[in-house]
């Protein structure tokens, strides 16, 4: 069983940067592909960032690209996401996910192709 632990969450103004982690536990950390997902107040969760196994191929939602990036350390079991530039609207529950990707360098980038996720942390960005 997986399990994945955020951190890095925090109050922050606009313009500041953050960078969120998430450690993973309990199984093959190297052969998961990883996404970042939020969750505003009262909307569903949306698509964040994704990265492959390798970290070869990454991709981005449109309303984050440029300012985010999604990055892993496999020899950490961690995952990471840098954000620049936060904005009011980036005010959100950070989730981190995680699917055995079986060593192909796909992405993901819906809810339902994860297996395993992380509890969660909060990103508030004041104006």
């Known amino acids: 069983q997986v399990q994945l632990v955020e951190s890095g969450g925090g109050l922050v103004q606009t313009g500041d940067s953050l960078r969120l982690s998430c450690a993973a536990s309990g199984g093959t950390f190297s052969t998961y592909a990883m996404g970042w997902f939020r969750q505003a107040l009262g909307k569903e969760r949306e698509f964040i960032a994704a990265?492959?196994?390798?970290?070869?191929?990454?991709a981005y939602a449109d309303s984050v690209k440029g300012r985010f990036t999604i990055s892993r350390d496999n020899a950490k079991n961690t995952v990471y996401l840098q954000m620049y530039s936060l904005k009011p609207e980036d005010t959100a529950v950070y989730y981190c996910?995680?699917?055995?990707?079986?060593?192909?360098?796909?992405?993901?980038?819906?809810?339902?192709?994860?297996?395993?996720w992380g509890q969660g942390t909060q990103v508030t960005v004041s104006s």
């Open positions: 996910a995680a699917r055995n990707s079986l060593y192909s360098e796909n992405y993901y980038m819906r809810t339902r192709e994860y297996a395993y």
């Open positions: 990265i492959s196994w390798s970290g070869g191929r990454t």
